[in-house]
């Protein structure tokens, strides 16, 4: 290979000859002499000395005309990474370095080619995109509904035109901001919560009724989800149309209907009771009224119909009437929940106002809410304990009031009405004080219940010894039974075998206060198990890992509901089995569920001997408590807190007033409970 002489090399040449010379030179001068120690430690000083100044010269040369060189390029280097258009290096600059300038020429090179493809591949993109979004702003602004695209947490980050010019006067729209500022929480929550349950999983989108915060508008609304890959909730799609111009069309035919009805009906009584001596006159004005009574019955029918109503849970319609209403007057949710069909915003809506009638009218500041079902008839009922009841003339006007909020309908719009008009809207008084007034609801068209065969009931669990009472019972134990207050709670779980490493999934409780089950202020949270759900539970519950995929463990969960259980009695229906898993749950913790326990099986084997059935299922149906979300932690808990109720009055007919008593009686009750299975 060609020495090329340039660079450092003949700097380094040049030293080494010059010290070469020097000892060589030294050498000779000495060799004329004798040689001596003095002559040798001179010439080896003198050795020492030239390859101290070779090291000196070398080490200044490289650094002045290699590191330098090197630093500097380094940072030309950087200079075009992070720069413009420039080339490469000038190889001429750095001669002594070559040929590394012409390699980092070629990297440069090959840079710039990948440079100026991805920004070409980028500039496609983005016209791309832009003449996409371009299309997509042109079909939404020409859409004549308006609408938006939240994420799961509800921020707007897509709106058209239309959204904005309908929802601006409400509040300031923009990217990144809440929906909640412009439009009412619930009822888009609730419908979420409603397409979440849908196997289809939203894809068809729902209907619903929404306002704006401020109530100044009512809007005709539809939702479709907006999925992950893995079928996670991304966001949504919400479509939105003023309701006002359809909400006053149908008013102005309900007014018509109105005046119809009461320029005939009216007439036509005159008539019949001027003429009661002419049978067939009369008969015929019969007639005319029952006709008439039909056609405004199927009028209400058809006007309930325009309503974009689902099935939903009563709790939750009733608990966003009590947080609409706040405190004032005061609101308690009780009873069974029971599935309804209706449009839940506008329901709401007339409730509410309905609540403030009653109050205005009676005088009266605490009220019940409650929901039934009877066979074909469902019903939503007020009641209040004390003050007058509400006369019948004052519930009519009510019902004939227009409510601005519902774009000037009347209440009675809402309210389902039966073949001839018959199973209205009622109010009466109690005997006790206070009154109360009925609203026909159309009862859901499903059940809520899964689809599929029966399921089997829970494997009795047989570790009795967790119910051993009293359970310091302490002052609960004196008070008479009826005056204390009980949480019914129940499990679901991923198996029966806790010890063989099985975890609650899911856990929910109801307070029992007074005699009254409180199921607007119920507590229910799903629980992350820490291991899969088997497939066979997941048959029972409905609880898969996908669900459980954000939720907190157990260790947070069971404090909380510790706290919701202080001061109460606790009840369940096998309670050895949920008493179990929750000690197994809080082992190691300062948890404990160590109260006072009642377990609804061993009080039906108590009470109804051993020969009568005692599942849940079996007792409900004896009592004819109906069954809601059955084999869910809160829907068991539901009605095995009806179940209770049922319970504790049969036990005060055989003369069981006291927690002590009862723990006394249930004590023989679990002994023999235990003898019975054995053999």
């Not at 000083?45 to 290699?66: S, T």
């Not at 907006?226 to 919400?238: D, E, K, Q």
């Not at 606790?570 to 929750?582: E, G, P, Q, T």
């Not at 569920?593 to 020969?611: K, Y």
Request: glycine letters at 10%; proline letters at 6%; one cysteine or more.
């Amino acid at each position: 290979m060609a020495i090329r002489w340039r660079g450092p090399f003949p700097w380094l040449a040049g030293a080494f000859v010059a010290n070469a010379a020097a000892v060589i030179l030294a050498a000779r001068a000495l060799a004329a002499a004798p040689l001596t120690g003095d002559s040798l430690t001179a010439l080896t000083l003198v050795a020492l000395a030239g390859a101290a100044l070779l090291f000196v010269v070398a080490w200044k040369v490289i650094d002045a005309l290699v590191m330098r060189t090197l630093r500097r390029m380094a940072t030309e280097v950087r200079a075009i990474a992070y720069g413009g258009d420039r080339p490469g290096l000038d190889p001429a600059a750095y001669a002594m370095l070559s040929p590394l300038p012409e390699a980092v020429n070629e990297i440069c090179a090959r840079m710039m080619r990948a440079k100026t493809e991805l920004a070409s591949g980028l500039a496609t993109a983005t016209r791309r995109a832009e003449d996409n979004a371009q299309r997509l702003a042109a079909i939404l602004n020409d859409l004549q509904e308006g609408v938006v695209v939240c994420t799961q947490r509800h921020e707007l980050v897509l709106y058209n035109t239309v959204a904005f010019d309908l929802l601006g006067p409400t509040a300031d729209l923009g990217l990144g901001r809440s929906l909640f500022e412009t439009l009412a929480r619930e009822p888009v929550v609730r419908t979420i919560e409603r397409l979440g349950a849908d196997p289809d999983g939203g894809g068809r989108g729902v209907p619903f009724l929404v306002g704006t915060v401020e109530g100044r508008l009512l809007l005709q609304a539809r939702m479709s989800l907006i999925r992950a890959g893995g079928g996670a909730l991304a966001g949504y799609v919400v479509t939105l149309v003023d309701a006002a111009p359809q909400l006053a069309s149908l008013s102005g035919r309900e007014a018509l209907r109105r005046e119809i009805a009461a320029g005939i009906e009216a007439p036509l009584e005159r008539i019949a009771a001027a003429l009661a001596d002419a049978p067939a006159v009369e008969a015929a004005c019969h007639a005319a009224g029952q006709a008439l009574r039909r056609a405004v019955a199927g009028y209400d029918r058809l006007l309930a119909g325009w309503w974009p109503s689902g099935d939903l849970l009563s709790t939750d319609l009733l608990s966003d009437v009590r947080d609409r209403l706040d405190t004032a007057p005061a609101v308690t949710v009780v009873g069974l929940p029971v599935w309804l069909h209706a449009e839940p915003y506008s329901l709401t809506l007339a409730l509410e106002d309905l609540v403030r009638h009653v109050a205005a009218h009676t005088g009266a500041g605490a009220f019940d809410l409650s929901a039934g079902r009877d066979g074909e008839a469902a019903w939503i009922e007020i009641r209040w304990p004390t003050g007058p009841s509400l006369p019948a003339v004052a519930m009519e006007r009510w019902l004939d009031l227009t409510l601005a909020a519902l774009g000037g309908l009347t209440a009675r719009a809402l309210l389902p009405a039966g073949p001839n008009g018959e199973g209205g809207p009622a109010c009466g008084a109690d005997e006790a004080g206070g009154g109360w007034v009925r609203l026909p609801v159309e009862p859901a068209r499903a059940s809520g219940a899964r689809s599929g065969p029966p399921l089997p009931a829970r494997p009795e669990f047989h570790d009795l010894g967790l119910l051993e009472l009293p359970r310091d019972t302490g002052d609960l134990g004196t008070r008479p039974l009826k005056s204390l207050d009980f949480v019914v709670f129940d499990t679901e779980t991923t198996g029966l075998a806790p010890s063989q490493g099985d975890r609650i999934v899911s856990i929910a409780g109801v307070r029992i206060v007074n005699g009254r089950i409180l199921s607007g202020e119920s507590f229910s949270r799903v629980i992350h198990p820490g291991r899969p759900i088997p497939p066979e539970s997941v048959r029972f519950h409905g609880i898969t890992d996908a669900m459980v995929q954000d939720k907190p463990p157990a260790r947070v969960v069971l404090p909380q509901f510790r706290a919701y259980v202080a001061g109460a009695v606790m009840v369940a229906h096998n309670a050895a089995f949920d008493l179990k898993f929750l000690e197994v749950e809080t082992a190691g913790s300062a948890v404990r569920f160590d109260g006072p326990v009642l377990d609804t099986m061993i009080l039906s084997d108590f009470l109804d001997g051993p020969d009568a059935g005692h599942s849940l299922d079996a007792i409900c149906a004896r009592y004819g408590i109906p069954l809601t979300d059955r084999h869910t932690a809160l829907g068991d808990a539901m009605a095995t807190a009806a179940v209770l109720l049922c319970q504790l009055d049969a036990l005060e007919g055989r003369g069981i007033l006291t927690l002590d008593q009862a723990a006394r009686s249930l004590d023989l009750a679990r002994v023999l409970h235990e003898r019975q299975r054995v053999l």
